[in-house]
């Protein structure tokens, strides 16, 4: 009785023979496959430089920069001082807090503003005022938050005309981009480098002109 053994060669791969020839073969595959990887991770960074110049261009069209405007102007003969915040920059401003502040005192609304800062009756509401926090303002517009004729009182006029260039005023403001980027500054400064802040914090006396809740 005979019994047949199957047996199994193993293959390996071809080689030519000679050494040299084949060690050649050998290390230009293995100087492929290591080029090969060098372009894959040369094109991932080139793909992630791509995508971060994409991201920084995008925040570029979306960056918003406040300043502040005040002066006086004549229309049909009528001369007022206007205090504005403008959008100078590209992208709209979220303005999240507002404080204005007279040597060293913040203050809530135009009326104790101007009382404080040029001797105005408190009990007199004649003058021109809007709100500033809270709004959002689109590149290229400005916000008159505060607006005083010289008919209304003389010697009010002039002590404002003083206040809005004074050093003792200081108008704070935090604002965001749409994408959340927010920065704060004191926009008296004329500043072209606000504060970049991760998020805007409500001050203690936010002017608001009285019409948001303080508990908020």
């Not at 991770?41 to 570029?60: C, F, K, P, Q, Y």
């Not at 590209?90 to 404080?99: D, I, L, M, R, W």
């Not at 502040?101 to 004649?126: I, M, N, Q």
């Not at 517009?141 to 002590?159: D, R």
Request: charged share 15%; net charge negative; hydrophobic share 45%.
């Amino acid at each position: 009785m005979s019994i047949d053994v199957e047996t199994h060669v193993a293959h390996h791969g071809h080689k030519t023979g000679h050494n040299w020839v084949d060690m050649v073969v050998a290390f230009s595959a293995l100087f492929i496959s290591v080029v090969s990887l060098g372009v894959a991770i040369l094109h991932g960074h080139t793909m992630e430089s791509m995508a971060n110049a994409n991201a920084r261009l995008v925040a570029a069209n979306s960056w918003p920069f406040l300043s502040y405007g005040a002066g006086t102007n004549t229309v049909d003969g009528v001369t007022s001082i206007h205090m504005r915040v403008h959008n100078t920059g590209v992208g709209p401003a979220k303005v999240e807090s507002a404080e204005l502040v007279w040597k060293g005192v913040a203050y809530r609304g135009g009326t104790e503003f101007l009382s404080a800062c040029c001797g105005h009756d408190p009990a007199l509401l004649d003058f021109d005022s809007d709100l500033l926090s809270n709004m959002v303002l689109r590149a290229g517009l400005n916000i008159e938050f505060l607006g005083f004729k010289k008919s209304t009182n003389p010697a009010v006029f002039a002590a404002l005309q003083r206040a809005i260039l004074s050093r003792d005023l200081q108008l704070n403001v935090c604002y965001c981009s749409i994408f959340d980027e927010c920065w704060k500054s004191n926009l008296t400064t004329l500043s072209l480098k606000p504060e970049q802040v991760q998020a805007c914090v409500r001050p203690k006396v936010p002017f608001d002109q009285g019409l948001l809740d303080q508990n908020i």
